[in-house]
């Protein structure tokens, strides 16, 4: 049986897979891009989308062929002989930013361990890599969290200034239109101690700019494993109080991404 991964080791693969995926995004056109729509209005996707997922599954099988993988487009791939690592995909978070030519859009890729149970265990390495913003978040489980901007500024990331004037808390809101309204009536609720909100359209970079201090905080009802499990240990790692999901699917669940006011609310409230 061969020796356990360590997170530093996981962390090299899930950049070179996360940055695989960017690549590909990277060759964005300048005109609007061709879209199909998978569950409703605005629910985008598009053959970058496809071709990013691929090229961040083919870097991972290479370096680890016998772990579970999990993308957005293309679901769950088990391997006869499982390890049980899991790695979680978002080949482009932020489809309709990236559609319409906004630059808040990434390749978001994670991983999990095996629990003592047989179960996934925590998570253990991100990447979050922002192509048009030329920005690269990433962290491992105890091995801090790190942003490199231009390839040149790289920094630890100890989240946002808890005295900071004028809070901001980002949220999202879903293309169901029963959800949505659901998120709309619980906004007001979130607003307590915040100065102001934003909706930047794509959770992985609201959750990296909560953990570069950016923003001061982010909350969202109806988000998927994909779409955090990256970043909210990048956020985690950087000091930031972090609630997931309390369970699956994750829209079933209000999932909270916080700083101070909100973190009372409770695991998964």
Sequence with gaps: MSAAPGAAE???IARAAAAAGAAVLADRPGTR???DTKSAAGDWVTDFDRRAERAVRDVIRAARPRDEITGEEYGTTTPADPSGYRWSIDPLDGTTNFVRGIVYYATSVAVAGPAADGGTGEWLAGAVDAPALRRTYWASRDGGAWLRQDDADLRRLTGPDRASDGP??????G?????R???VRA???????????????SAALDLCLVADG??????????????WSAAALIAEEAGVPVLRPAREPGWMAAGHFD???????GDGA
């Design 175 to 179: 293309y169901d239109a029963g959800r």
């Design 259 to 265: 700083l101070g006011a909100l973190a009372d609310l």
């Design 10 to 12: 996981l962390l090299d």
């Design 181 to 183: 309204q659901l998120q």
């Design 187 to 201: 906004l007001a609720g979130l607003m307590d101690g915040f100065a102001n909100v934003r909706r930047l359209g």
């Design 33 to 35: 891009v061709a879209t």
């Design 168 to 173: 901001l808390i980002a949220t999202g809101f």
């Design 214 to 227: 950016t923003l001061d905080a982010y909350a969202e009802y109806g988000t998927q494993v994909h779409d």
